[in-house]
């Protein structure tokens, strides 16, 4: 017999077994939900988009169907880092977005591991910044489509992911209307700088060391605290947990206090910090609900508003 489990945006996790003596498939145990319809009309596409030296970089992008679900804006999410794989599966927080008539994005960029080894090195270490230029790349394209606008177009990115996104709000904010940093890795140059942190000199193989000077030059051109300038930037939304020892909180703080000061849009920088949880927060029982319903109800506040950005 052979086990394996299942799950994609429209079908919670699933585990089978398969029977090859009566070729038979058994399932053996499926995520509850209390409305399990709710899901099954969940689109799913693969879409293309072409990167600055014209590499194709893969998008999966996810709706609810129907000529009358309303349209909230689209969340592009990323992450490019340690040869993660981001490959969409069933998860509350994203039905309830879809649900919610979001759309959801998910971008993946070099760094990761959805195409090989060698899609995963063509984003680390002196290659670091294809990561981020994919990820402009992926906006650029879901706008050009016509999936989004620059006016609903939400950026997330979690850890790692939010070093992309942080950066690429610094070279081209007029992109987005709203970005989520959870978490986020803003600071790369003081941290790698540190080998006394919790994860500097393992990160060596990820970032590079920067104590070698050609190292320390590339990754001082993308570390996203050091490229805040004077501009209009979208709104941001930033969380961080002050038991953090991954991405520690006196970067979070210190990276908005510095955005806050070169902003020059009325938009909104707001700092959400949890005093007991750690890089992943609380992601269990009510505390999690909590700080989702905060997250969104920010995003989806601003999705009404007009933003004074000097956009043309």
């Avoid at 994860?199 to 605290?225: A, H, Q, R, W």
């Avoid at 707001?270 to 609900?289: A, F, P, R, V």
């Amino acid at each position: 017999a052979f086990s394996f489990s299942f799950s994609s945006p429209s079908n919670p996790a699933t585990s089978y077994r398969y029977d090859f003596d009566e070729e038979k498939l058994i399932e053996l145990s499926k995520q509850k939900l209390k409305n399990p319809y709710a899901y099954k009309s969940v689109e799913q596409k693969r879409l293309w988009a072409v990167g600055h030296d014209d590499t194709k970089i893969p998008i999966t992008i996810i709706k609810k169907g129907g000529s009358k679900v309303r349209h909230n804006g689209l969340i592009l999410k990323v992450y490019g880092a340690y040869g993660a794989l981001t490959i969409p599966s069933f998860n509350a927080r994203d039905a309830i977005l879809l649900n919610e008539g979001y759309t959801i994005a998910y971008a993946h960029v070099r760094g990761e591991s959805i195409l090989g080894p060698k899609w995963y090195k063509a984003g680390r270490a002196l290659q670091k910044k294809n990561s981020i230029s994919d990820y402009l790349a992926c906006a650029e394209f879901l706008i050009k489509e016509g999936h989004t606008n620059a006016q609903s177009l939400i950026g997330y990115g979690n850890s790692a992911g939010g070093l992309v996104v942080a950066q690429a709000i610094n070279m081209r904010p007029d992109l987005f209307k709203t970005v989520i940093l959870d978490h986020a890795y803003l600071d790369v140059v003081n941290t790698m700088m540190n080998d006394t942190l919790h994860m500097t000199i393992d990160d060596y193989k990820e970032f590079g060391n920067p104590k070698e000077k050609p190292v320390y030059d590339y990754i001082l051109d993308y570390s996203p605290y050091h490229n805040i300038k004077p501009q209009h930037y979208p709104n941001v939304l930033l969380l961080g947990s002050y038991q953090d020892f991954q991405t520690p909180m006196w970067q979070i703080a210190k990276y908005t206090a510095k955005l806050r000061a070169n902003n020059l849009s009325d938009s909104s920088i707001i700092l959400l910090t949890d005093m007991n949880s750690g890089h992943i927060g609380n992601t269990s029982g009510k505390e999690w609900i909590k700080l989702f319903a905060k997250t969104y109800s920010f995003v989806h506040l601003k999705s009404d508003l007009k933003v004074q950005t000097g956009r043309k």
